[in-house]
């Protein structure tokens, strides 16, 4: 079964400056997909970025990157010049690609603060 | 540009009472799933559909029932609540593709308490 582990519970940074989440993902399929949620306090799941098991280099998207380390099982996300809208629960998940299904395993996630 | 709805977005129910949570979808989305949120964890799979009628249980399904009768509409049936049911509820969907990077989109989610 798939597995998603996210170790900080809690994360605190100062505004303008870069952050990373950890995630580590336990899989022994070969075609898998790795995404990032944002869940603001408002509920919503927003999607952030993806990385795919075959893709050679890391992902970005604006502010958003991901350090993808695959002999590892680690996709941490890293969050550069901090702002105070950062703020929120962060959750790494897990697709299989070799599945019908297509469903996300999530992490429990990671409380993100950025102070001001 | 509506996305992916719930109905309704906070309900309150007595133990044992029944009701029925509707997702809709205007992206013409194969794919369509139910994941419920409970405190400090992540968001885990109860049902899911691949297709206007056909079903199938995710990791979590008991106490749950499912339908998708149209394309767009996937909904999620307490037949008998339990207070273990108090839960955030989110749908989800997305497009069928061969690969798995298409991402969920998500609708805003049920907030469920069950008295």
């Known amino acids: 079964a798939q597995k998603i582990t996210q170790t900080q519970p809690g994360m605190f940074v100062q505004e303008k400056e870069a952050v990373t989440l950890d995630c580590t993902y336990d899989?022994?399929?070969?075609?898998?997909?790795l995404f990032w949620y944002k869940q603001p306090s408002s509920g919503e799941m927003i999607f952030l970025i993806y990385?795919?098991?075959?893709?050679?280099q890391n992902a970005t998207e604006g502010r958003y990157s991901l350090n993808f380390q695959k002999a590892r099982k680690s996709a941490n996300l890293v969050i550069s010049a901090s702002q105070l809208g950062d703020s929120a629960m962060y959750f790494c998940?897990?697709?299989?690609?070799?599945?019908?299904?297509?469903?996300?395993?999530f992490g429990s996630g990671t409380r993100l603060q950025v102070q001001p | 540009n509506a996305g992916v709805t719930q109905t309704p977005k906070f309900r309150v129910l007595k133990t044992g009472q029944s009701m029925t949570l509707l997702c809709a979808q205007d992206m013409n989305h194969e794919y369509m799933y139910w994941y419920r949120q409970d405190p400090g964890m992540g968001l885990r799979l109860i049902h899911y559909s691949v297709g206007e009628g056909t079903t199938a249980k995710g990791e979590v399904p008991d106490g749950y029932n499912v339908s998708r009768l149209k394309k767009q509409n996937f909904l999620l049936g307490l037949e008998s609540a339990a207070p273990s049911q108090t839960s955030v509820y989110f749908c989800?969907?997305?497009?069928?593709?061969?690969?798995?990077?298409?991402?969920?989109?998500f609708g805003d989610g049920t907030r469920l308490s069950i008295l």
């Open positions: 989800a969907s997305r497009p069928q593709g061969t690969y798995s990077n298409q991402p969920q989109h």
């Open positions: 899989t022994s399929d070969q075609s898998y997909g």
């Open positions: 998940a897990e697709t299989n690609g070799e599945t019908g299904r297509r469903a996300l395993t």
């Open positions: 990385q795919g098991s075959y893709d050679e």
